[in-house]
């Protein structure tokens, strides 16, 4: 039964009991939009008055413009983002080229190229030069197969030298972004998953997909749409402060202002970040290094033909990001920059961007900086050693994050893959409790 004051009367009274999903982050909105769509009961509560966690938009009031609190780019190749958005009916809220096509700038000499791989799996693309790395030969990119199989517990720096064109133009600002972490030291293990699904599928699969006109839009406003056209209760402003667990299960779910006393066939799914997990459940090991990503927005209008995403080799700044009302910058593993002055940021990012677009380097237009210092966790061999499952030591509890073992580091593929998983254990005999 569920407490009067929590929920109103009959959204938990689904013959087939309850899932409830705690942690409105892609992650949890994946879990419910998979029950929900099978026709489940389900309860989504969240801590925020917003649902999103770190996928989410807001009006910012110095830029007067909607920005996102980061900038995320997800594949044409993603088939767990092609699931989610086909079942939020939110399948055109993407865009991209229609190729793989990725324009870089070397801050340090000029040099300009576009990236280019070819459609199929057979990587002819190599072989021109008007598709590669500048300075690399065909035969550099034998890294490429060799960082390709399976390599558990290695660290990158241990397979390959680091070191020349092409890890510098391609496979250092690629991984870097993948991971979230410094690639010498990063997880060869989740470099390979990265790759396989992405280059080593071909170009087809590669074709940059950003978020229009905001990642709220796309991922977050649709799922919850879709959620209430369903039945879900939704319930924001509620933090999880406890769980109580006997006899192999959860038996109640304590909130700030109520508690929620669990039926025999009602589930949970914990969508928490990994440390708010742990502080809940004995025992569990998560990840425990984080990794900050700084981004940059600059009111600013990109010229006509601008690419919607462009690299940047040399300098700060990492990639680029063209939106029709502004400009934003994405550094990752930004660790060197947390302790930066915002303003000194901005005026440090922002001749980079315009280098890159022909613009004007005097004036810093309007901007905003944020920092997120635990964005995700390191993605070495140590901390993915620590990633748990998502079955749990509790019948009816199951985990989701891109923090759980996924096999990917921690995007937005590897989110929802995780609240895919859960919904599917908890529909399951042994998840039923």
Known sequence: MVADSLLPGGAAGAAGGTVHVVG???AGLSAAVSLARRGVAVVV???APQA???CRSYHDPRLDLVIDNGNHLVL???PAVARYLEATGATGRLEGPDEAAFPFLDLRDGTRWVLRPNRGRLPWWVLSAGRRVPGTRPRDYLALATLLRRHPGRRIDSLLPCRGPLWDRLLRPV??????TAPEEGSAELAAAVLRESLGQGGAAARPRI??????????DPALAMLRRQRATIRLGQRLRGLSLEGGRVGGLAFGDGTVTLGPRDRVVLAL??????????GLVVPNDFRPILNAHFRALPPSGAPALAGLVGGTAEWVFAFPDRLSVTVSDARHLMEEPTEALAARLWPEVARLHGLPKGDVPPWRIVKERRATFAATPEQEARRPAARTAWANLMLAGDWVRTGLPATIEGALRSG???ATLALSPGGAG
Do not use: D, K, Q, V
């Open 211 to 220: 978020a229009s006109p905001t990642l709220a839009a796309a991922f977050i």
């Open 45 to 47: 509560w969240e801590a």
């Open 24 to 26: 409105a982050g892609l």
């Open 52 to 54: 999103g966690g770190r």
């Open 273 to 282: 970040p990994p440390w708010a997990a742990a502080e809940l459940l004995p």
């Open 175 to 180: 991984l870097l972004s993948a991971l979230n």
């Open 420 to 422: 895919e998983a859960a």
């Open 76 to 78: 044409s190749g993603n």
